[in-house]
């Protein structure tokens, strides 16, 4: 029986843990997708492009031409 109980307040703790990550990753996804809505909303403010890495190229993006 103690063992049982044992494991179930691991499981428990395990679970809290990975709950606690994923909170974590989800509030850091919307922090990136906030920063790029900044990001681009500055472009186009200054009329820059953006710089961009696709593959191994470094390309040009204007962020007023969708």
Known sequence: MYFKKRNLINFEICMSE???ELALQE???LGIKKTHEKVVEFKKQKGTPLVVMRGSEIVKIKPWEK
């Open 27 to 29: 509030k850091i996804l």
């Open 18 to 20: 990975i709950e606690k």
